[in-house]
């Protein structure tokens, strides 16, 4: 029972990370998602992110207690340490580790200021990648049609999103090309 419940929670917690990443690359553009009021989008956000750490945990400590699993309490936080298949459980620790930074400066991000917590927060866009190419490693269902959907799926939403921010124009008004303003003059 232990070994579905981590292998379960696994997928949830990839599920619930990839809508964090994309609601995380919509908050940052133009704050908001173009159908839903900014403070819905930010509540989503949190929200899901505390779900998804709620699942993280328990993936994590059935980790811990499956038998099978051989993976000890360094093996979560120092990566490519486990006795067992130490290249895809060490990038699970990275994406863990990144996630507890993620966590840790969520908390404390009116005392280490804005410009630290972006900063930080940079990491969830190498989080994302760890923990999916982690599950698409480890886990002894990928092979199976139904999680390679899921698998996929979360790919392409988070493909989408990131070209969705990619088009928009730069947040930084320094950045920003004034409306009817030209590249250059070779482009007539």
Do not use: E, N
């Not at 005392?111 to 982690?134: D, E, Q």
């Not at 988070?158 to 482009?187: E, Q």
């Amino acid at each position: 029972a232990v070994r579905y419940l981590m292998r379960g929670t696994g997928v949830v917690s990839l599920v619930l990370l990839t809508g964090v990443f994309v609601l995380g690359v919509a908050t940052r553009r133009r704050g908001r998602v173009p159908t839903l009021p900014r403070f819905a989008t930010q509540a989503l956000h949190r929200s899901l992110s505390l779900l998804a750490v709620s699942f993280i945990a328990i993936h994590v400590v059935t980790a811990l207690v499956d038998p099978y699993a051989a993976v000890a309490v360094a093996d979560l936080f120092v990566p490519f340490t486990a006795s067992s298949q130490p290249f895809w459980v060490g990038l699970g620790a990275l994406a863990l580790d990144l996630v507890l930074a993620l966590i840790v400066t969520g908390l404390l991000r009116r005392r280490i200021g804005r410009r630290t917590f972006r900063a930080v927060h940079w990491g969830a866009y190498a989080a994302w990648p760890l923990a999916f190419v982690h599950a698409v490693g480890i886990g002894s269902d990928t092979a199976t049609p139904w999680l390679r959907a899921v698998g996929v799926a979360c790919a392409l939403a988070v493909a989408a999103s990131v070209a969705w921010r990619a088009s928009a124009p730069p947040t930084d008004p320094r950045l920003r090309v004034p409306r009817g303003a030209r590249l250059s003059s070779s482009h007539r």
